[in-house]
């Protein structure tokens, strides 16, 4: 009997997302995605082939059941997404807006090579919003849902990123008191002070926080690990096991000619400046912070583009992203860079700066820049650049802003010689457990990895929450 051949299924097109205009948007704070309505994310969910070996699970750093969840929302059980998503995300309402979810579970979804895989991170935010639109923050973490809290086992957090606060929430719903210790004013780490309002707003990322509060998890701002406190006397205070989520807040330059000038500044205390002390609200916030009038950003990551835009939005005249390698080769999502494009953010690829210069006051006016050819490919298999001899060129710029990496802060390391460090200086930790060269002390994001993703380091929180909790409750 001849068999019947296989009809392909057709597949709708990718639901988009609702965008404030580009032009409006580039002049204004508020979030430029706007998120699916109720029709629309069932709509995508939809799209989901509810395959029997779902891959897009494997693309996930923190496990989440992409395909249960998605299932979940095209049959409008909005609450149990929620649950499912929450089995192993602390933080759903800030992976949906910032993870790079194209190079992890949408990267292995079936429909990728379509085009049009699933947007995942998308219905993840819908999820989230959705509920905390319904549901107050007590409610979501009632009693009845967590292990009571024993106070007798104690953890401690240095550090209130993404690595930290996915800790403390897989803990203290297995009942371990844990304490958040925060450098500075206020818990969030690189969530609040590294990424800008238009696109993870503070009352998300304020949100999640409270809803870790309600899991009676403490946070003690203004405490500098390694000064305000050493990790011995830690333990000395009955903690069982200690967790460093300081990140790579350190800024780096390049070291050229006149970086030193009035007018050149790192992103790190740019994006600080805005984001962490209001500066964008001045002078409702007393927080001044320089308008620029033509913006050179150097760099091409998402501190690059969150830089720029940034700059568009304090009023810029122009804004320019010098990068030394071509734009399809640029690290930042394609997301951000496309809406810096739209924004009307302009490319300079191929350039590297080679010097600033300055009046006689002192103040950067003009900096100088090499052109580059890509050149044989590194060990990473992208093409080096190459300076092409001879071949200079000069911007007019009031304000530069070096987006060029980070680095591991010493505060820590210099005051714990027992800790130890890879040669570039960050936290040497077990890939699997995350526990570092001392005993009960575990490690994870950007201290060990140096600069990576929120999502990463919340992969990180987990698998030393999983060890730490094995370890103590056995």
Do not use: W
Not at 279 to 301: A, H, L, Q, S
Request: some cysteine; aromatic content about 6%; charged content about 25%.
């Amino acid at each position: 009997m001849q068999k019947k051949a296989k009809t392909k299924t057709k597949i709708s097109p990718r639901v988009s997302m609702p965008m404030l205009d580009a032009v409006e948007r580039g002049r204004m704070f508020s979030e430029v995605a706007l998120g699916y309505t109720l029709e629309q994310a069932v709509s995508e969910a939809k799209r989901c082939l509810q395959c029997k070996k779902p891959t897009c699970i494997k693309g996930c750093p923190v496990d989440v059941d992409c395909k249960g969840f998605i299932r979940m929302v095209a049959d409008k059980d909005l609450a149990g997404a929620f649950a499912r998503i929450k089995e192993t995300n602390s933080l759903p309402a800030i992976c949906g807006r910032v993870c790079p979810q194209e190079n992890q579970c949408e990267k292995t979804c079936k429909l990728r090579p379509t085009g049009q895989p699933i947007a995942i991170g998308r219905l993840e935010r819908f999820v989230a919003d959705n509920y905390y639109a319904h549901t107050s923050c007590e409610e979501e973490t009632g009693a009845d849902s967590c292990v009571p809290i024993d106070e007798s086992l104690k953890v401690a957090a240095i550090g209130s990123g993404p690595s930290s606060l996915t800790l403390a929430g897989y803990l203290a719903a297995n009942g371990v008191k844990v304490s958040v210790y925060e450098a500075l004013h206020s818990p969030g780490g690189v969530l609040l002070y590294g990424i800008p309002e238009f696109r993870l707003p503070k009352s998300v990322v304020q949100r999640e926080i409270d809803s870790l509060k309600n899991l009676q998890v403490d946070f003690l701002c203004n405490y500098v690990g390694g000064k305000s406190m050493t990790l011995p006397e830690l333990f000395q205070q009955g903690y069982k096991a200690v967790f460093l989520g300081v990140g790579a807040g350190l800024p780096r330059f390049m070291n050229l000619p006149g970086e030193s000038l009035i007018g050149v500044y790192s992103a790190n205390e740019y994006l600080t400046r805005v984001n962490l002390m209001f500066g964008y609200r001045f002078p409702e916030y007393d927080t001044p912070v320089p308008p620029g009038r033509n913006v050179v950003v150097i760099g091409g990551g998402n501190v690059a583009m969150d830089s720029a835009r940034t700059a568009l939005r304090l009023g810029a005249e122009r804004v320019r992203v010098v990068y030394r390698r071509t734009k399809g080769e640029m690290p930042a999502r394609q997301e951000e860079l496309e809406h810096a494009l739209e924004e009307g953010i302009e490319l300079e690829i191929l350039s590297s700066p080679l010097s600033f210069h300055g009046d006689d006051q002192g103040v950067l006016n003009k900096m100088v820049l090499q052109r580059m050819e890509l050149g044989s490919p590194d060990d990473s298999g992208r093409r080096q650049p190459v300076p092409i001899e001879g071949d200079t060129f000069s911007l007019d710029t009031d304000l530069a802003i070096m987006a060029v990496g980070t680095g591991a802060n010493m505060v820590l390391t210099q005051t714990t010689p027992e800790l130890e460090l890879n040669e570039r200086g960050y936290v040497r930790a077990d890939p699997e457990t995350g526990e570092t060269s001392m005993n009960m002390v575990f490690a994870g994001g950007d201290i060990v990895t140096g600069a990576a993703t929120v999502v990463e380091a919340m992969g990180a929180g987990r698998r030393s929450a999983r060890e730490i909790l094995k370890r103590i409750k056995g």
